[in-house]
């Protein structure tokens, strides 16, 4: 006699005989509770036609060893022929007359390793044909909401399928295929719940882009397609003209198969081409993916055009731009691809506007190039294209034309500048806007002028001025040295370069200096009382003025000073590439002469202004025209004034006469003691302004300001 015994761990979830189909019987169990199982000594046993005991020997499951929470097992009448309907095999082969071997009609039941009934189908002893648990030519599927097996039949815990449903047992509602068991995972032979729904993988959804000339093939495309869990094949159907296959280049058609094993496949590569008989534009379509035996698919859309075979030529790029260069110097090169089908005359290839083109990276260089077709086709060709202008030109602005005869001329816009330097009178590249930015900035150009004064970058680089016969200067820069050029005042320069600003002062940024002469006379400096835009880059003075904050000495390094002239107060910069830090400063009131500058971080750029003197000479006491001493005055003359070939100091009634000679920047030109007048030759000197510091033994001096 059957034991019942309470056991909660495994039950039956699916008895399956669709259409009396050996190949197709299985019983599937589970495992429902938190806890392993071990199915060693387990068995699934059958009671058939009525019989009271089931069978002495059913399906071992001993080989199944442990089943996890979770995990399924399925055990089938048949798993050669199994595998052959299905695509996988069972983990159990039960054999004919098995367990799993039932029409429908039968009991079914699982018995632990101490003989005990687990869970079951059906009432023993009983012939099931004509009963509610009669499922011939159908299934018999255990409701979700089971979580506990049962040694006793009860009709509510079942779904029952029958080709003919009895009458007078529980409505069931029919659910889909498979839901509540899932599709089993063949990897394992043992499948797991919690991942038993049948998944579809194609990668990308949306191939674009085909083109097709009527009577060829489109180039093919590709998606990878992939699948788990599947109970069976996977079927693809295209539409829209769309061949799919499963080898490049032959086997097309507008349906495949790709077969699973054990339930899965694998990423599988499907090309696919547009190959359609008539024009049509858009030509679009999808395929559609269908998992055999399961109500579950994908599709991958498609997107192509469908052209007539007219003679046409394709560009892979309709846009160049950022093409620079100088005159003399082609542009560096950028490129695009011509190819063309159906053609019946040659591509020609045409541009101008200072834009030249090639069939190869190094040239020749011209305004057109001729492509010829093969068997009507012109296969994908570099062109090559670089700007080479004449003259200067911003923003060039033309079109590479590409044409053949019937075929639609197709472009592509190219765009850029040429630079030059071009010479312009300082005074032009120098004005500024409302904010105080320079009209020319960017602008490449030619300039020439005199240096004055000194380099105040000291180092590698430059930071000078150069002043024109117009009287307008400019500041010259670069942070490394240029064409080995040493800064000396008198030089006059001609330069290359590009108008830049820093900080309000308008620059150029030097690219070559040549030297045409040198010595050349200075400008006299202006007189000015006030610092501002007129004053940058100039050569100017700030007469009696006196230091805002008493020193005896310039402080060291490079530092700003303020002067006042007792109405107005100016800013100097002592530059540290000069010999001012550290040295006297002049007591009361002083003239002092140099370069306008300015420093505004700002916009508007209209402020900061400052001046640089350019040495220690550049300092002079305020009487530079007349006697500080009235008593040395009667003893000395210094003639002529202006000075020509020689200068003549005559004195009489002193024993020693300390003699020094400074130009307009400060520099010394000669320092004599003279017991005696003397004659001193001026042939050499540079046309300008010049100072001579006259004093005598008892300290009373003279200073003469002289024009040369």
Same mark, same amino acid.
């Given at each position: ?40 000594? #387990? ?15 059913? &399906? ?12 399924? $097992? ?52 009983? %012939? ?8 011939? %030519? ?20 079942? !779904?029952? #399928? ?13 659910? =889909? ?48 397609? @992939? ?66 035996? /399961? ?13 007539? =075979? ?44 200072? *834009? ?17 077709? $093969? ?31 019937? /075929? ?130 100039? +050569? $100017? ?18 530092? !700003?000073?303020?002067?006042? %002239?007792?109405?107005? $107060? *100016? ?17 009361? =009131?002083?003239? &002092? ?24 000479? @550049?300092?002079?006491?305020? @009487? ?11 003893? &000395?003359?210094?003639?002529?004034? =202006?000075?020509?070939? !020689? ?9 020693? +006469? ?13 320092? +004599? ?11 050499? #000197? ?23």
């Amino acid at each position: 006699m059957l034991s019942l015994f309470s056991y909660s761990q495994l039950i039956i979830t699916e008895i399956a005989d669709p259409n009396d189909n050996a190949a197709a019987r299985y019983v599937e169990i589970y495992n429902v509770s938190g806890s392993s199982v071990d199915l060693t000594d #387990w068995e699934i046993r059958r009671w058939t036609n009525g019989n009271a005991g089931p069978q002495a020997t059913g &399906v071992d499951l001993t080989s199944i060893g442990i089943l996890d929470p979770g995990e399924f $097992v399925l055990i089938a009448a048949n798993a050669t022929e199994f595998q052959n309907a299905y695509g996988f095999a069972p983990h159990i082969e039960a054999g004919t007359g098995g367990a799993s071997d039932s029409n429908g009609d039968d009991q079914i039941a699982i018995f632990d390793a101490s003989d005990n009934t687990i869970d079951i189908f059906g009432v023993p002893g009983e %012939d099931g044909t004509g009963t509610c648990h009669e499922f011939e %030519d159908g299934r018999a599927e255990r409701i979700a909401t089971v979580t506990a097996s049962n040694p006793v039949w009860d009709e509510s815990e079942w !779904n029952v #399928w029958a080709d003919s449903q009895v009458t007078g047992c529980t409505s069931h509602t029919q659910l =889909p295929v498979n839901a509540g068991d899932g599709i089993y995972d063949p990897g394992f032979w043992i499948g797991s719940a919690g991942n038993t729904n049948p998944t579809v993988t194609v990668t990308p959804n949306l191939l674009t882009g085909f083109v097709q000339f009527v009577g060829t093939p489109s180039a093919e495309q590709t998606f990878d397609i @992939s699948g788990t869990n599947l109970p069976g094949d996977l079927d693809l159907t295209s539409t829209g003209d769309y061949e799919i296959s499963l080898t490049s280049g032959t086997g097309f058609g507008t349906s495949l198969t790709v077969q699973s094993a054990n339930g899965d496949v694998a990423p599988t590569p499907v090309y696919v081409r547009l190959n359609g008989a008539s024009e049509m534009n858009p030509a679009n379509g999808l395929i559609a993916v269908v998992i055999v035996a /399961a109500l579950t698919g994908d599709t991958v859309d498609l997107e192509g055009q469908i052209l007539n =075979p007219d003679p046409v030529v394709f560009v892979s790029e309709d846009t160049l731009s950022g093409f620079s260069h100088f005159v003399g110097t082609p542009s560096d090169v950028q490129t695009f691809e011509v190819s063309g089908n159906y053609l019946t005359d040659v591509v020609n290839i045409t541009i101008d506007n200072g *834009y030249e083109i090639s069939v190869g990276a190094g040239g020749p260089f011209s305004n057109s190039v001729t492509l010829t077709p $093969v068997g009507g086709d012109i296969a994908p060709t570099s062109i090559f294209v670089r700007l080479n202008g004449p003259i200067q030109s911003y923003n060039q602005v033309d079109s590479v034309i590409i044409s053949s005869t019937g /075929a639609m001329n197709v472009y592509v816009n190219v765009s850029g500048d040429t630079f030059d330097y071009l010479p312009y009178p300082i005074g032009i590249v120098t004005t500024n806007d409302t904010s105080g930015v320079a009209d020319s900035l960017g602008v490449y150009v030619q300039l020439s002028g005199i240096v004055h004064c000194i380099d105040f970058d000291g180092n590698d680089g430059y930071s000078f001025t150069i002043i024109d016969n117009n009287m307008h200067g400019i500041n010259v820069f670069n942070y490394a040295d240029v064409s080995n050029y040493v800064v000396n005042e008198g030089d006059e320069l001609w330069l290359t370069g590009q108008i830049d600003q820093y900080n309000g002062l308008t620059e150029i940024f030097v690219d070559s200096i040549v030297v045409l002469s040198q010595n050349v006379a200075t400008v006299s400096p202006v007189v000015v009382t006030a610092l501002d835009e007129s004053t940058e880059s100039q +050569l $100017v003075t700030l007469e009696n003025v006196d230091f805002v904050t008493p020193i005896a000495t310039f402080p060291t390094g490079s530092n !700003n000073i303020d002067l006042t %002239d007792g109405t107005n $107060v *100016y800013t100097i910069r002592i530059d540290s590439d000069t010999d001012i830090p550290g040295s006297n400063t002049p007591q009361g =009131p002083f003239n &002092v002469t140099g370069i306008g500058g300015q420093y505004d971080s700002s916009s508007p750029y209209d402020s900061g202004y400052q001046l640089f003197p350019c040495g220690t000479g @550049s300092f002079v006491p305020s @009487s530079t025209t007349g006697v500080l001493s009235s008593l040395l005055a009667d003893y &000395v003359r210094v003639f002529p004034n =202006p000075v020509g070939d !020689n200068l003549h100091i005559d004195f009489v009634g002193i024993d020693e +006469l300390d003699v020094e000679i400074l130009d307009a920047q400060g520099r010394q030109i000669q320092l +004599l003691k003279l017991n005696d007048s003397i004659d001193i030759g001026t042939s050499s #000197w540079s046309e300008g302004i010049y100072f001579i510091h006259l004093q005598d033994s008892e300290g009373n001096t003279f200073v003469q300001k002289l024009i040369k």
